[in-house]
């Protein structure tokens, strides 16, 4: 297994439902986990901006003042993952199956 297939398998793990009141502490760790692992591979200055919600995550990686900018928007929070009879494995333990995760 590769270190990405590896890293997305644990930042996966993480039950970060953002409508669930109680997973608030779950959100926030997927924030800190994904500002510390875009710190190790070489972004800067990444951060989390609090909010009157959940945190967001921000950070920088210049590549060339003559390279085009690039603006990459995701979310790292989740709806829940009831029903749980629906799935084919555990949420939040995720499985390389047929080669998809």
């Known amino acids: 297994m590769t270190d990405l297939v590896a890293d997305v398998l644990e930042f996966c793990s993480i ?3 953002s409508t669930t009141p109680e997973r608030a502490p779950d959100v926030r760790r997927a924030a800190l986990w994904l500002r510390d692992h875009l710190t190790a591979r ?3 200055g990444a951060r989390l ?3 009157p919600g959940h945190p967001s995550v921000y950070a920088e990686r210049g590549a060339g003042p003559h ?3 690039v603006l990459i928007y995701g979310h790292f929070d989740v709806q829940p993952a009831e029903p749980l009879d629906a799935w084919t ?3 939040y333990e995720p499985v390389v199956r047929d080669g998809a995760i």
């Open 15 to 17: 039950p970060s439902e």
């Open 49 to 51: 901006l609090e909010t």
């Open 42 to 44: 070489g972004y800067t």
């Open 89 to 91: 494995s555990p949420p």
């Open 67 to 69: 390279a085009p900018t």
